[in-house]
């Protein structure tokens, strides 16, 4: 009986000893599993290097070229048991005791050493790659070329730091091209800087700098000219276009580089008329019932007494028959007989009331302590108000919605 006790006694202890034993390592593999990724709903396998690269078949690879891959995101099987959100970069992940973790030398695969490892999905390349730059492909149609430049302005010692960059599609009325740019900071014609000529080329690199002295308060009423020419083999100068840039809409600081490209618009030879030209543009967009006119430049103004402050500025008014719907007017230019302005205007006109609508437009010159003076005008509208080349502008517009439709138009003298 006591042998039998005996015996009895072991076998339970031993059982006891299981039973702790498996209940611990239960309670680690619990304590294990709060220090690894938590699975997918979905059942997940651990994956092979071969089952990886199996998993690529040749129809796949033959249409990489025509869709771009996705690039599997794949979880270190070395941090399934170790604290991994307290690595820091200069610690390294200790190795796994592993076999297929050993680093080994020669050629590596993109999947050389991972398995055990979970695959958690995959990484699309195209979702994070910068926006493409299309300023030099798109090109609209019967473009002449498009240049590149960037503005600076310190404001301390008060000067405008212009850097000529590029260009790009020059059109050269010769076999080759030879340009060149003279940069004006208009109103003052007289003064112009001049790049170097780059022989033989229509995509000349410039890269150079030029400096232009201007106050605070002369800035925003500057405007910069770029005129783009060829040099042929005889050495005259042809003009292939120019570029105009209002600063009064950029906000220049220091340390603040505003980059910038237009494509060259021809230059207008013909000759001013008597009083002056100003150019325009008219949009009408039926849907909203707005009519938009852009107020762009005007050239060779009749400016009187020139020797004091002038200032010219222009007026835009809507008008139904004799009655006067609105008016609006851009700010004013100091002392420029070809001021630039580039202002926007927006009347609200239902389609119905272009028939007996028009707008006037007028150029006016202010002199200290003196009454405004109008230098010129024009009126664009119907069959009703106007004929020739600002009747044609009014057609153009309705036959084109939402499309501006530029053109310039001789000032006649007001009655």
């Known amino acids: 009986e006591q042998v ?18 498996i209940t611990a390592y239960l309670l680690w593999k619990k304590f294990c599993l709060l220090y690894s ?9 651990t994956t092979s290097v071969n089952a990886i690269v199996q998993d690529q078949l040749p129809s796949e690879i033959q249409q990489e070229s025509t869709r771009s891959k996705s690039v599997p995101f794949i979880i270190p099987p070395t941090l399934h048991e170790q604290d991994w959100i307290n690595l820091t970069n200069e610690e390294q992940i200790q190795e796994d005791s592993n076999p297929c973790m050993i680093p080994q030398s020669g050629p590596r695969s993109s999947f050389h050493s991972l398995a055990g490892a979970y695959v958690v999905g995959t990484i699309n390349p195209e979702l994070y790659k910068f926006p493409e730059d299309k300023s030099e492909t798109d090109f609209p149609e019967g473009n002449i070329g498009r240049l590149w430049s960037s503005i600076e302005y310190k404001q301390a010692s008060e000067r405008l730091l212009v850097s000529l960059i590029k260009a790009r599609k020059l059109q050269s009325p010769a076999d080759s091209c030879s340009p060149f740019v003279k940069i004006y900071l208009l109103p003052d014609e007289r003064c112009y800087l001049q790049s170097k000529i780059k ?8 890269d ?7 106050s605070s308060k002369m800035l925003l009423q500057s405007t910069l000219k770029f005129l783009v020419y060829h040099v042929d083999k005889q050495k005259h100068h042809h003009l292939l276009g120019h570029v105009i840039f209002p600063l009064k809409n950029e906000t220049l600081t220091d340390d603040s580089k505003v980059v910038i490209w237009r494509d060259l618009e021809k230059e207008n030879l013909e000759t001013p008329s008597e009083h002056g030209d100003i150019q325009f543009s008219l949009s009408y967009n039926e849907y ?17 007494d020139e020797s004091r402050a002038v200032s010219v500025h222009v007026k835009v008014s809507l008008m139904n028959h004799t009655k006067l719907i609105r008016s609006k007017k851009t700010a004013a230019v100091l002392g420029s007989p070809n001021p630039v302005y580039n202002e926007s205007f927006s009347f609200k006109a239902n389609q119905t009331e272009l028939d007996t609508a028009s707008l006037s437009i007028s150029v006016l010159q202010n002199i200290e302590q003196e009454k405004t003076r109008v230098l010129g005008c024009v009126v664009v509208g119907p069959f009703m108000y106007s004929r020739g080349k600002e009747l044609e502008h009014w057609n153009e517009m309705i036959s084109k919605p939402k499309e501006l439709v530029k053109r310039w138009h001789p000032l006649c003298c007001s009655t």
């Not at 990724?37 to 396998?45: A, F, G, N």
């Not at 150079?208 to 201007?214: G, K």
């Open 288 to 304: 909203l019932g707005r009519l938009t006119v852009v107020v762009l430049r005007a050239r060779g103004l009749k400016l009187q």
């Open 208 to 214: 150079e700098n030029f400096v232009f002295q201007v």
């Open 37 to 45: 990724y938590e699975e997918l709903t979905s059942p997940v396998k």
């Open 199 to 206: 022989h033989k080329t229509l995509n000349p690199q410039f």
């Open 4 to 21: 039998l006790t005996v015996a009895g006694g072991v076998i339970a202890g031993i059982l006891l000893f299981v039973l702790i034993g």
